[in-house]
């Protein structure tokens, strides 16, 4: 008997689930159309979409004429049904952003991060700040915040500490997610940077619609999102699409990670602004930060600028080449703060350098797009992540008992 009951409410769980998952990625969607995508009854849609409604998890959103009957109303997640917050560990600041459920942005802050291996402890401090500042900048009651999603570099174990190893900032088994939860109530969850941007472009951006992808993150430091099927490709520990440690040149420039030859070295924005250095006599481009000198460089209109521009976006092609003819995505979409820099100046030159190496028929194939999210598509992505969550359960709330959540930002 108990085994029965635990089927029934498990498939009741996983209707609900696929009900979730339709309204908040495609919505405002009527009844109807959610019976004929899911292929589930009208009777059945109808009792767990009035389930969902008693518990102001979905809304009614308007309605639209039907043929020859009455109109019919439309549904969506409603919004204000809880609350996300992404950050994005990055190599030069930690962003930490807050979204209803209609990925809305609401609050955000900002933490600079100095040091080329920063201390995970001051790292955790910043990111628990930043959990405060942005409940306290919305007015949000932290209780209402249904998870805190966490970007950062290299591996993650999917395990409940969720430890990094994070080899070019110094981090060799940090159990981030462990020393996180000791500061807060908040549900925690701690991914890839690239692997978030990834599930952000593929739900809501360029990467929508089409089920195999690369979604390639290019800041400082360089990675990709592999997606098969519709499904992220993670790889046995979860360390797959670490694009910037191939290699592109055989015993070339030392990269952060300590290898010689990396794409990162090549096309990241620390080791664009390190090779127009060395080429300008010394001289680094303009800008007080990392971001601004970038830019700057992009805009600079000597030949030696130029020239380490081309040859960047040469290198980017080749690595993206490299992509196409490992994996055969149907799109390609290039981000982070950098590649979207480069990449809206270039793009043209970027596929042109792309063809040059990629084999004709995948390249064919395949179209290389820019993210659609914007510079701040990692935090977003973090923010997915408790989102997916409440998607796989349903809306089904993850602690059965309800208390307020406790954020500690740390001394």
């Not at 201390?119 to 955790?124: E, I, K, M, T």
């Not at 952000?200 to 099927?229: I, K, P, Q």
């Not at 794409?263 to 127009?276: M, Q, T």
Request: glycine fraction near 14%.
């Amino acid at each position: 008997m108990d085994a029965r009951r635990t089927t029934v409410r498990d498939m009741r769980r996983a209707n609900r689930s696929v009900l979730l998952t339709r309204i908040w990625l495609d919505g405002p969607l009527s009844r109807h159309e959610l019976g004929q995508s899911t292929a589930l009854s009208l009777a059945s849609v109808s009792n767990l979409v009035g389930e969902m409604i008693a518990e102001g998890l979905v809304e009614e959103a308007g309605s639209v004429e039907s043929d020859g009957g009455r109109p019919r109303v439309l549904l969506r997640v409603a919004p204000g049904y809880g609350y996300l917050v992404g950050a994005d560990v990055g190599e030069t600041r930690v962003q930490v952003e807050l979204f209803d459920l209609a990925m809305t942005a609401l609050a955000k802050a900002e933490y600079p991060i100095a040091a080329a291996e920063p201390d995970p402890r001051q790292v955790a401090t910043h990111l628990l700040h930043g959990l405060a500042a942005v409940t306290e900048q919305a007015g949000v009651d932290p209780a209402a915040v249904l998870g805190f999603g966490v970007a950062v570099a290299g591996t993650v174990e999917r395990t409940a500490d969720a430890v990094v190893h994070a080899q070019t900032l110094g981090w060799d088994g940090v159990p981030l997610g462990a020393m996180l939860r000791a500061g807060t109530d908040v549900p925690v969850h701690v991914d890839n940077g690239a692997k978030t941007l990834g599930q952000a472009e593929m739900w809501f951006g360029a990467g929508r619609g089409v089920r195999h992808a690369v979604v390639a993150l290019v800041g400082s430091g360089v990675g990709a999102c592999v997606v098969a099927d519709g499904v992220g490709y993670r790889g046995a520990h979860s360390s797959a699409g670490e694009w910037g440690h191939t290699t592109i040149v055989y015993g070339g420039r030392r990269c952060r990670c300590g290898n010689l030859g990396c794409l990162e070295a090549y096309v990241g924005a620390e080791g664009v602004l390190d090779r127009f250095r060395r080429a300008n006599r010394g001289r680094p481009a303009a800008g007080g930060d990392e971001e601004t000198a970038f830019g700057e460089l992009l805009r600079a209109t000597s030949r030696t600028a130029a020239t380490v521009i081309d040859e960047t976006v040469g290198y980017l092609g080749a690595g993206v080449a490299n992509l196409v003819n490992l994996f055969n995505p149907e799109r390609v979409v290039l981000g982070g703060w950098a590649g979207l820099a480069l990449g809206e100046r270039h793009l043209p030159a970027i596929r042109e350098a792309t063809a040059r190496h990629a084999l004709r028929q995948p390249y064919a194939q395949t179209s290389i797009e820019l993210c659609r999210l914007g510079p701040d598509a990692v935090a977003m992505g973090a923010a997915t992540l408790p989102m997916a969550r409440l998607l796989r359960e349903g809306g089904v709330p993850r602690e059965p008992t309800v208390r307020p959540a406790r954020v500690t930002p740390g001394r």
